[in-house]
């Protein structure tokens, strides 16, 4: 398994392909809902096996504070750990590159798997827009 920062154009979009399959397609979020400006200015990670892109989430600089989202493993791959790894990768860069807090916007059924590596849950669940639940959660890095 390869985790990194995808640094070209063709990494990128295998980035988006996963993010199409599992938000737009698998969870049914809004096309509108899930593209946004920052996907032309945040760092974008993709996880690869033998198989192929099979995972990504993305950060959004905010001063000290990385913001990660866009977290999906494709179907194949779930129950695997790859989230976790996926989560760690995205982290140890953060803090390498001078972060000092990372924070998300969870889905609440996911609250329990980002809490297992270090996030703390802050604040009531909100609708993002897309029609599921989510709550902030922080971690210190």
């Known amino acids: 398994m390869r985790i990194g920062r995808a640094e070209d154009d063709a990494a990128r979009q295998a980035c988006f392909d996963i993010r199409r ?18 996907d032309a200015t945040c760092i974008h990670y ?23 989202g866009r977290v999906a493993v494709m179907p194949s791959h ?17 803090k390498a590159h001078g972060f000092a807090r990372a924070e998300l916007e969870a889905q609440v059924y996911a609250i329990a798997f ?15 827009g897309s029609g599921i639940m989510h709550r902030v959660m922080r971690a210190e890095l």
């Open 78 to 94: 779930r129950g695997t750990g790859l989230g976790a790894q996926i989560m760690q990768a995205v982290m140890d860069d953060a």
């Open 114 to 128: 980002y809490e297992r590596l270090g996030f703390v849950a802050e604040g009531p669940d909100f609708d993002d």
């Open 21 to 38: 399959a599992v938000f737009i397609e698998e969870q049914r979020i809004p096309e509108g809902e899930e593209w946004d400006a920052h």
């Open 46 to 68: 993709l996880a690869e096996d033998a198989t192929g892109p099979v995972g990504t989430a993305r950060l959004i600089a905010k001063g000290q504070r990385a913001k990660i």
